[in-house]
């Protein structure tokens, strides 16, 4: 992958209107990081970890992280195989960079036999993950590198048997006050919350809280599988924040009934320069060596009030995206629903998503009906864009004979919009027979919490405390199911999210405590009643019964819901 002039240009830009970035003093140290590598039972699933080292090796990286989830799920074959992979691309163990792993939940599944991380046994699986990887490292560590503190954590912090909260702050309050004026480097899996792309719902608040306190703190981390293209996988607030990627696929929570063929392959690494008063972080596609998108260069000692990449800030550098004059959505309907056509918007920069809604003409006017928000071809080489989106709207978002207005607008990396261009059409087919009905769920089915019931409050809601719950399904309704068949639930909710523009309702169609059978993620804000379809095909052993189970949301949310239907 190359970089395009436009890119080439506005990262230049973005560069030149950074502060302090003289040649002062020579470079202390180079350091390769990669995340969530996955490895699994074969050599072939250590390819791309064999690239990122080859990368690493080739541009001198005296340091080598991997920010956690080194292998799909505890894997003593995938551990070996990754050893031998660094042992084969670095041959010689006088020129073998030094190593350090974070270790992270994937690495604790399965150490037993259905068992999973929260089970107890993480210390046992961590202390064989570090054998089988021939690691240097135990899952807290505090490592002085070239005159620099890089202080490793296991995502297990806070658990039995491993550091508590109050020992993480203590470790980085000791190194800040070694260390003064000079970063401190906190590796941990999961990224502290509300700092880089999609920590909102996958980060945590207690490291958050912490490191608020420790302006010098550079947290590097994995977790949440974004795209290195993004300008949201680095962040700067109270300290640093940096999210490496994933040698995996990336993804992400977006608003709508987005489909699993969302998550895209994803080759990003970084190679961290440090020094005396800068950092400068290069983007880097393993597969052909190139940088995938202009380095992020951080001035040092950090200052909070002048910091670069502060959200308010780093969006003044960067254009909003837009589609160019004359550009037309073309919405095609058909048996299945309707198929969405629109070219990319990159007039001044790339789009990072696209936000789809869609409204219902009805006698009052077009009353809002839907939203899919989708992620724009960005992250692809220059040569695998067509240059066009294609999206498809399943058939039980309509009824037949209605006509309905879509509107696409373009998001940039700050979640700006520009203006939309729309569509209006006619559906030709709707929502399938109904299997089961059910008009008035906030009377007639069961809402808990942690399997405690939940009253609806006297407003008609669904309020759990913990923002965690479930809508209990009855169990009469899937029996029928036949195997193999496929169908959809279709909600229409009232979620009101108040905390943040991309924090939501994210709900789940799962079988009662076992199998996921499809997700989707509510709209943030007040977005008023929307539908939601989970399609879904019935696993070749049946169902005896299935829930609705809701997560990642904050205090003051609520939730009701207008009506459901199983087709």
């Known amino acids: 992958m190359t970089l395009n002039r436009r890119t080439f240009i ?62 799909n799920r505890h894997c003593p074959e995938g551990y070996r195989l990754y050893r031998q992979t660094v042992n084969e691309v670095y041959p010689d163990p006088a020129t073998r960079p030094q190593e350090l792993f974070v270790y992270a939940a994937h690495d604790v599944n399965n150490y037993k036999p259905g068992s999973n991380w929260d089970m107890g046994w993480a210390a046992d699986a961590f202390r064989d993950v570090r054998r089988f990887l021939e690691a240097p490292n135990e899952h807290t560590s505090e490592l002085t590198f070239k005159g620099l503190k890089f202080l490793t954590f296991p995502q297990t912090v806070g658990r039995k048997g491993f550091p508590s909260w109050a020992d993480y702050e203590a470790a980085i309050a000791r190194a800040c006050a070694a260390n003064p004026g000079k970063p401190v480097f906190v590796l941990d899996h999961v990224p502290p919350a509300g700092t880089t792309f ?48 994933c040698l995996n696929t990336w993804g992400g929570f977006a608003p709508g009934s987005t489909p699993p063929s969302q998550a895209k392959k994803s080759f990003g690494v970084l190679v961290m320069d440090v020094y005396a008063d800068r950092l400068v972080f290069f983007r880097y596609d393993i597969r052909d060596r ?32 837009a589609f160019a004059a004359g550009a037309a959505v073309t919405v095609t309907p058909d048996g299945e629903g309707c ?34 928000d989708i992620f724009g071809d960005f992250w692809k080489a220059a040569k695998d864009r067509t240059g066009r989106m ?20 373009p998001l940039d990396w700050f979640y700006r919009p520009t203006a939309p261009i729309a569509a209006t059409f006619t559906a030709t087919a709707g929502q399938d027979a109904a299997v089961w009905t ?20 006297s407003a008609g809601v669904f309020a759990p405390p913990s923002g965690q719950g479930t809508l209990r399904l009855p169990e009469h309704v899937f029996k029928p199911l036949r195997p193999g068949t496929t169908h959809r639930l279709v909600i229409d909710l009232d979620a009101v999210q108040p905390d943040g523009d991309w924090c939501a309702w994210r709900a ?18 007040k977005p008023g009643v929307l539908r939601y379809v989970f399609r879904f095909a019935v696993p070749k052993d049946g169902l005896d019964t299935c829930d609705v189970t809701f997560n990642y949301v904050s205090p003051g949310a609520t939730l009701r819901a207008a009506g459901i239907v199983l087709a």
């Open 290 to 321: 190139s940088e995938c998108a202009a380095p992020w260069i951080v001035p040092l000692p950090f200052v909070a009030e002048t910091a670069p990449y502060r959200p308010e800030v780093a969006a003044t550098r960067h254009a909003r995206s």
């Open 508 to 525: 789940r169609l799962q079988v009662r405590g076992g199998k996921v059978l499809a997700e989707v993620q509510t709209s943030p804000g």
């Open 390 to 409: 294609s999206y498809r709207l399943d058939r039980a978002f309509f009824t037949a004979g209605e006509t309905y207005r879509l509107t696409v607008t």
């Open 10 to 71: 506005g990262g230049a830009l973005a560069l030149a209107a950074l502060p302090g970035l003289g040649e002062t003093g020579g470079r202390i140290a180079r350091v390769g990081l990669m995340t969530d590598t996955h490895v699994e039972k074969t050599l072939a699933s250590c390819a791309k970890v064999r690239a990122a080292l080859e990368l690493f090796k080739a541009q001198g990286a005296e340091l080598v992280v991997n920010c956690g989830d080194i292998a």
């Open 438 to 457: 059910c008009a008035e769920p906030m009377k007639t089915l069961r809402f808990t919490e942690y399997g405690r019931p939940v009253p609806v409050t």
């Open 198 to 245: 999609h920590s909102r719902h996958w980060g945590t608040d207690r490291s958050r809280r912490i490191l608020d306190k420790y302006p010098q703190v550079v947290s590097i981390s994995g977790h949440v599988h974004g795209s290195l293209v993004s300008e949201r996988q680095i962040w700067q607030g109270a300290f640093t924040a940096v999210n490496v990627g």
């Open 339 to 372: 198929r969405v056509d629109f070219p990319e918007a990159r007039e001044g920069a790339d789009a990072f998503m696209y936000r789809l809604a869609c409204e219902r003409r009805t006698a009052q006017g077009w009353t809002a009906f839907s939203r899919d």
